[in-house]
Antibody
Framework: EEQLVESGGDLVQPGGSLRLSCAAS????????MGWVRQAPGKGLEWVSA????????FYADSVKGRFTISRDNSKNALYLQMNSLRAGDTSIYYC?????????????WGQGTLVTVSS | EVVLTQSPATLSLSPGERATLSCRAS??????LAWYQQKPGQAPRLVIY???NRATGIPARFSGSGSGTDFTLTISSLEPEDFAVYYC?????????FGGGTTVEIK
């Protein structure tokens, strides 16, 4: 069974940093593009970042560009999101998701999410 | 940035009725549009990818259609487990974008 498990969510002060992790299992992790999607409390879905299978290509939403960094370690089947200069508006559940198809497909597998709260 | 507008915001229907959800893009996204279902307290689940392809395990009562700027998700006969929020999402261009969602609620 394909599975994604996020961790690392926490309460952090504005201006602080946090690193999210996503552990993948049940599929050939190094063959798939991956991404992060977030959802503020009571709101809709917002795409955050994406990374190619090898990690050589990365993409970011304007709202996080320059503050967040996506990376992966294919030897550990792990995806990461380094979040710096956090703001109250970054408060959300962060989902790790596997992209399907032969390249940049739809998000076909999702983790259960990890909650990031930015507050003083 | 491609803006996706979903309508209606809320659809109130009874089990057994047909649900028709709309997603309109501000510019062409070809057929690179997906639909997701989300229930309270759960992660989203892929329902339809590339406009008209059912994802693994999705029942045949779900169907998707459209291309370019206008897309439709149809649930032919609502089951109790289908009441949820549905989001469309395009992957035609960066940044990826989601629609605001349609809530399908029990009437």
């Amino acid at each position: 069974e394909e599975q994604l498990v996020e961790s690392g969510g926490d309460l952090v002060q504005p201006g602080g940093s946090l690193r999210l992790s996503c552990a993948a299992s049940g599929f050939a992790f190094s063959s798939y593009a991956m991404g992060w999607v977030r959802q503020a409390p009571g709101k809709g879905l917002e795409w955050v970042s994406a990374i190619s299978p090898s990690g050589d290509k990365t993409f970011y939403a304007d709202s996080v560009k320059g503050r967040f960094t996506i990376s992966r370690d294919n030897s550990k089947n792990a995806l990461y999101l380094q979040m710096n200069s956090l703001r109250a508006g970054d408060t959300s559940i962060y989902y790790c998701a596997k992209r399907g198809g032969d390249g940049w497909g739809a998000f076909e597998v999702w983790g259960q999410g990890t909650l990031v709260t930015v507050s003083s | 940035e491609v803006v996706l507008t979903q309508s209606p915001a809320t659809l109130s229907l009874s089990p057994g009725e047909r649900a028709t959800l709309s997603c309109r893009a501000s510019q062409s996204v070809r057929s690179l549009l997906a639909w997701y279902q989300q229930k309270p307290g759960q992660a989203p689940r892929l329902v339809i990818y590339d406009a008209s392809n059912r994802a693994t395990g999705i029942p045949a009562r779900f169907s998707g259609s459209g291309s370019g700027t206008d897309f439709t998700l149809t649930i032919s006969s609502l089951e109790p487990e289908d009441f949820a929020v549905y989001y469309c999402q395009q992957r035609s261009s960066w940044p990826l974008t989601f629609g605001g969602g349609t809530t399908v609620e029990i009437k």
